[in-house]
């Protein structure tokens, strides 16, 4: 059993900066790839970022790549989202999730992999 609870959203301008992170409970967070995804109103949930377990192999999607940087601590049970030059389309609550693997070098891009949510953080950019 894994639970996670993000924290760091809020309200910035466009091109400002959010870092988010996702604490994970448990002893066992390093066997878990951990993914972000968000789901603004209206709209399905989707893949933003995605790390392997060892942290070693990170996948983005096309819509955030170059401006968002997801990374892990196993030691300290955290997995973050960087975001730079944000816009008013990146409005949008924003989950992370666990995904159990065996491989140390992959993660899924897609939600329904993904065997734990957190509660979500609201992330909105203001034009």
């Known amino acids: 059993q894994v639970q996670l609870v993000e924290s760091g959203g809020g309200l910035v301008q466009a091109g400002g900066s959010l870092r988010l992170s996702c604490a994970a409970s448990g002893r066992t967070f390093s066997s878990y790839a951990m993914g972000w995804f968000r789901q603004a109103p209206g709209k399905e949930r989707e893949f933003v970022a995605a790390i392997s377990k060892s942290g070693g192999s990170t996948y983005y999607a096309d819509s955030v790549k170059g401006r968002f940087t997801i990374s892990r601590d196993n030691a300290k049970n955290t997995v973050y989202l960087q975001m730079n030059s944000l816009k008013p389309e990146d409005t949008a609550v924003y989950y992370c999730?666990?995904?159990?693997?065996?491989?140390?070098?992959?993660?899924?891009?897609?939600?329904?992999?993904?065997?734990?949510w957190g509660q979500g953080t609201q992330v909105t950019v203001s034009s």
């Open positions: 999730a666990a995904d159990y693997q065996r491989s140390s070098w992959y993660a899924d891009r897609s939600l329904r992999e993904y065997d734990y």
